[in-house]
């Protein structure tokens, strides 16, 4: 008995290149004929029109931005071989050019400040201290809430922004008592007193109280509810126990960036 | 004594492949050397412009290509950084014919940057109560944060007065607050608005970078972008 078993079906053998570009181009024919064949049948301005649509699409998809990508994280210049000694002038620029590109990057290296710094991001209502590099303190805080308050038709208007910029802490103050402006008596619809001391308010700032210039304070609030939104008139409001903590560790002089 | 015939060959092959090898030798430290000379150029002026950056009053953008870090500065402090998930760099093409920028483009710091779309703060006025009036005044809203206040479409551009421009992408498409018709009307949009800025004569934006964050980093530079931003690019090969 024959152990062979019988071949139902033949399995189709890889084609070979030249076989593919042979129907390829067989296809291409075709293709090429069909659409002889429609475009005779087709009216002068209809051909003009459709070679007109034609180009219309290949200016399209060739028109644009080409994006090429762009590799991250590649290995930084190496450094070469010294000059020939027989080029002594390049030696000396690449050796002037090497000292001098030192000498920029400490310059640059020196501009983050050694000591404590403040970052506000004003949009997300966040603070950060920082000391050098490191991350001491963040905590939620209220930015100014961008409102506009308006006295009356042709009055005064006031905008509550925390401006943008750089600062520096200028004073600190324990127990800091607020003296009112005009605009916090027109908001709440109060006239305003003749008598300056009739302006004093204890206790609405917190514990504390870092002066940052043009009325501008990063101080406590009675409003914690609200931190992590932008709450204040222009001021920073931060929570007591980080207040406390930035109170301690930023001497007057502390840099404040405020974005 | 004369020397073998076949010791001076030998001597010349020598002397011929110490000549040979000197040159190439010379020459391959040529090239490396001129290479050497333009790197620490370029970077020489990548370092002052980003002292001049450094130095001035304004925010700015450094994309470290290199590192894949997008930093928002000041001063030379970083404020913010975000890690960039992949860059990509465009050239204007029209009718496949590339319209390529100089080629010292990115050695100056681009200025004046605005967003496109740009972002709408939407202000409350309140009219102060009248002082005669006994009515207490009522309460202020609860104010919104900026995640409840700013939309972030799936892509934007910080447009240069220079014409570069950098575009953000957030990774996955982003634009998560965004509805499937809001974002693919953005994206006609873009498409529209590219085949414009090619065509554009003039300067035009002559490159343009994209450069896509994870949805939170994309979203907070929307956010919290100040106005007027300039950009310097390190790192770019």
Known sequence: ?259 | MRPAPSRLALVAVLLGATVVSGATGGAAGGAADDARLRALRRERALLRAQMDLASGERFYLRLDARGGRLALMLKGVVLGEYAVVSLQKAVPQVVFFERRPPSDWDLRSLSRGRLEPAREQDRIEIEAPNPANDASPTPPPIPKTAEETYSVPSSFRVAFAEGPSLEVQATGGGGRNRSLLRRLVDRIGLSLADRAAALQRGAGERVRLRVTLSPDDAAAIYRSLPPDVSLLIVGLP
């Open chain 1, 1 to 259: 008995m024959s152990s062979r078993m019988p071949v139902d079906g033949a399995v189709a053998a890889p084609e070979s290149g030249a076989k593919v570009r042979e129907k390829t181009a067989e296809v291409a024919r075709r293709a090429a004929a069909a659409a002889v064949r429609f475009t005779s049948r087709l009216s002068l301005q209809a051909r003009l029109a459709l070679a007109a649509a034609l180009l219309l699409l290949l200016a399209w998809i060739g028109t644009g931005y080409d994006y090429e990508r762009v590799e991250t994280r590649e290995a930084a210049v190496p450094a070469a071989p010294p000059a020939r000694g027989g080029d002594r002038a390049l030696a000396r620029e690449l050796a002037r050019l090497g000292t001098e590109r030192a000498r920029l990057a400490a310059a640059l290296h020196q501009r983050v400040p050694r000591g404590p710094w403040i970052v506000i991001d004003q949009t997300h209502n966040r603070l950060r201290l920082m000391r050098g590099e490191s991350l001491v303190l963040e905590a939620p805080c209220s930015a100014g809430t961008g409102m506009v308050l308006k006295e009356g038709p042709g009055k005064r208007v006031w905008v509550f922004d925390t401006p943008r910029g750089h600062f520096r802490v200028i004073s600190k103050l324990q127990n800091p008592v607020w003296r009112r402006p005009d605009w916090a008596f027109v908001e709440e619809g109060e006239p305003i007193p003749k008598d300056p001391s009739l302006r004093f308010e204890y206790g609405s700032l917190g514990e504390y109280a870092l002066y940052f210039g043009d009325g501008y304070m990063i101080h406590g609030t009675l409003y914690e509810r609200l931190l992590g939104r932008p709450a204040s008139h222009g001021c920073i409001r931060l929570g007591r126990d980080p207040l406390r903590e930035l109170y301690r560790q930023a001497p007057v002089g502390t840099p404040i960036y405020v974005f």
